[in-house]
């Protein structure tokens, strides 16, 4: 079992903004990356650390972090976000890594 | 540009092995780890192990200790996942991901990018 937690589902409107959480322990001592998966596609990295994107990625997407919780933040939700993020970071030992739940988002 | 190509579909009968080829391309192979994660059908990802292309060092998910062997060869910058035993449930998508780390005061972070575009390896009789 994963020992990052994220919400199953969420929803947002077109253009409205939507937060994505990932839970755990670890989060407290690592920070956590984000990607972000469309059916039949690999995953794309969309944001790490103290909110870094990749080149290429929009602004709309940031990072952020507080306690035992890392967010991803979607400003302005477009129709091409619908897909599932996946965060990931390290387990409550530090040794190895973790891929959170994953949340399915919903474009309305 | 950097790029993991990896090779094609494979259909194998339970008991078998396969093999998944992670060919890299646009830096040197020996600088960053390679990862491989796997990704059943509507689930979610789960890594199954780790290499060091440069000095050849392996890490392995309990769940895969003994079934799963990583290689690679560094005059054609290409990593290798073979799985061995093969299950049914061992049907999924295999992606190989460049792992990167860093580490500054509180700033404790990896991530991998970029992914291969994955191999459907599907285990049917």
């Known amino acids: 079992s994963s020992e990052l937690t994220q919400d199953p589902a969420v929803s947002v409107a077109l253009g409205q903004t939507v937060r994505i959480t990932c839970q755990g322990d670890?989060?407290?001592?690592?920070?956590a990356s984000w990607y972000q998966q469309k059916p039949g596609q690999a995953p794309v990295l969309v944001n790490y650390?103290?909110?870094y994107r990749p080149s290429g990625i929009p602004d709309r997407f940031s990072g952020s972090s507080s306690g035992d919780t890392a967010s991803l933040t979607i400003t302005g939700a477009q129709a091409e976000d619908d897909a599932d993020y996946y965060c990931n970071s390290r387990d409550s030992s530090g040794n190895r890594l973790v891929f959170g739940t994953g949340t399915k988002v919903t474009v309305l | 540009q950097v790029q993991l190509v990896q090779s094609g579909a494979e259909v194998k009968k339970p008991g078998a092995s396969v093999k998944v080829s992670c060919k890299a391309a646009g830096y040197n192979f020996t600088s960053y780890d390679i990862f491989w994660v796997r990704q059943a059908t509507g689930q979610g990802l789960e890594w199954m192990g780790w290499?060091?292309?440069?000095?050849?060092?392996?890490g392995y998910a309990q769940k895969f200790q003994g079934r799963v062997t990583l290689t690679r060869n560094t005059s054609i910058a290409t990593a290798y996942m073979e799985l061995s035993s093969l299950k049914s449930d061992d049907t999924a998508v295999y992606y190989c991901?460049?792992?990167?780390?860093?580490?500054?005061?509180?700033?404790?972070?990896?991530?991998?990018?970029?992914w291969g575009q994955g191999t459907l390896v599907t285990v049917s009789p």
């Open positions: 290499m060091k292309p440069g000095s050849g060092k392996i």
């Open positions: 991901a460049l792992h990167h780390h860093y580490e500054s005061g509180d700033l404790r972070v990896s991530w991998f990018d970029p």
């Open positions: 650390g103290t909110n």
């Open positions: 670890s989060l407290r001592t690592y920070h």
